[in-house]
């Protein structure tokens, strides 16, 4: 017997029956994966950051192909083409366009007036406040634990400080709020809902389903950590990146930052190749990301990093050459279910847990 919905403003905004999403995962998030989401009844993201344009309407034309159900794309706003992959989006009619960067507002309106749902992710309370003056129709908060570029601020804390900063002390928040960062379980979407949040996203726990494509020797390293097995290391890209430890890690973390940098020159020409940009193309999105943040050159130039070692992980499973970007939930999971099973499990927990909190009311 398949759990009983659980409506919330978010899963009636983007027209899902349970208030679960997986986050766009570069390298993890592909069509098999979104699609298996969406036909679970959760809100499946492809993450095009990895896919070249050409890749990426393939993804969304895959996608479709494998599901009738809502989906989104994860995008750049900070990319060249960023204008070009909306119009892509637009025409083949997918639902939620999702962003690492807050997109301009001239992006949200367009997005908005074609009927797509615009949703942020954000790690500052005044961030929120911001892409809700330009129109988001709702956020992604994703606290400390979560994997990949990560803030400081705990899950626990960061979450009520945007609900609160989005009005939502006593009521409803004025747009919908996704929880992210520790989330696995009923335990934790019950959590989120008492604070005040529409639903959460997950990242690493989908990662560990059936359905992810990543090599299964890799997911078999990934189910031996425990809680302490990831670390924040501002070596890999130059800005905050929660990963598995490793001995490339551990590499990373003690060697110098002349050797860091040549290494991320040769990575950023690898993913240049890879995805078929141009030199200028990509020095033009260094300028944009220098302009629209606090990054150095430094940075930007690690930030070829990225891609590479992520994919040297992930999809090429060669994990003394690849990082593996985690949550600190890794120590809480210890199987590989389908995404059916998976979203099946965490709406049972999560109606019994309600169950029971309605009899102490």
């Known amino acids: ?6 409506s919330t403003r978010f899963t009636e905004m983007v027209g ?31 993450a095009s950051a990895t896919m070249t344009y050409a890749e990426l309407e393939g993804a969304i034309r895959k996608t479709k192909s494998l599901t009738n159900r809502p989906f989104g794309v994860n995008l750049r706003a900070d990319a060249t083409d960023a204008p070009e992959r909306v119009d892509l989006m637009i025409r083949e009619g997918v639902k939620v366009a999702s962003f690492a960067l807050a997109p301009k507002p001239e992006l949200i309106a367009k997005l908005k007036d074609a009927g797509s749902v615009v949703v942020p992710s954000i790690g500052a309370a005044k961030h929120a406040v911001k892409v809700a003056s330009w129109g988001a129709d709702a956020v992604i908060v994703q606290g400390g634990e979560g994997g990949g570029h990560t803030g400081p601020v705990a899950t626990s804390l960061l979450l009520p400080s945007v609900i609160d900063a989005l009005g939502g002390q006593n009521g409803p928040t004025s747009i919908p ?24 996203a997950m990242g690493t726990r989908f990662l560990l389903t059936s359905d992810s494509a990543v090599p299964e020797s890799v997911k078999q390293e990934y189910l031996k950590r425990g809680l302490q097995d990831t670390v924040v290391s501002v070596k890999v890209d130059g800005m905050p990146h929660r990963v598995l430890r490793t001995e490339l890690v551990a590499a990373l973390e003690s060697g110098s930052r002349a050797k860091a940098l040549i290494a991320a020159a040769r990575n950023a020409n690898e993913f240049k190749q890879l995805t078929g940009m141009r030199w200028t193309t990509m020095l033009r999105d260094g300028r944009t990301m220098k302009s629209s943040g606090d990054r150095t050159w430094q940075q930007i130039i690690m930030a070829g990093n990225t891609p590479m070692l992520l994919k040297a992980g992930l999809v090429d499973g060669n994990t003394e050459a690849g990082v593996l970007a985690s949550g600190q ?31 102490l009311a």
Do not use: K
């Not at 017997?1 to 659980?6: C, H």
């Open 177 to 200: 709020v996704i929880a992210a960062g520790g989330f696995f379980d009923g335990r934790g979407l019950v959590a989120a809902l008492a604070y005040g949040a529409d639903g959460i």
């Open 1 to 6: 017997m398949r759990a009983a919905a659980l």
């Open 329 to 359: 939930v890794v120590g809480m999971i210890d199987d590989l279910p389908s995404c059916d099973e998976l979203i099946q499990s965490v709406m049972t927990q999560a109606h019994d847990r309600l169950g029971m909190l309605s009899r």
């Open 16 to 46: 899902v029956e349970y208030p679960i999403v997986q986050t766009g995962m570069g390298w993890v998030s592909g069509p098999s994966l979104t699609a298996a989401t969406a036909n679970a009844g959760g809100l499946g993201i492809l």
